[in-house]
């Protein structure tokens, strides 16, 4: 049986603005118009978790435990 490799990529935080910049994103976030996929909430530099895509649409997460456990159930039954 094969198993699945999970890839982690790692964002420094002195690197978000230009990642998000390159994502046509950085205005939003500036704005806080960008949301937690499951929450709700708005995304900060205080509470961005991470960052996904989902149908080739970018996500966002925030660090609320349950959202985490969420995106962990998500990952799972979608194979994201």
């Known amino acids: 049986m094969e198993k699945k490799k999970d890839v982690i990529e790692v964002l420094h935080e002195k690197d978000l603005k230009n990642f998000l910049m390159e994502l046509n994103k950085y205005n939003e976030f500036e704005n806080k118009k960008i949301f937690c996929r499951f929450?709700?909430?708005p995304i900060t530099y205080?509470?961005?978790?991470?960052?996904?895509?989902?149908?080739?649409?970018?996500e966002f997460i925030c660090d609320k435990e349950s959202c985490?456990?969420?995106f962990l159930i998500y990952n799972e039954d979608n194979n994201v």
């Open 68 to 70: 985490y456990a969420k």
């Open 46 to 58: 205080e509470n961005i978790y991470g960052i996904f895509l989902i149908n080739g649409e970018t």
């Open 39 to 41: 929450c709700r909430e």
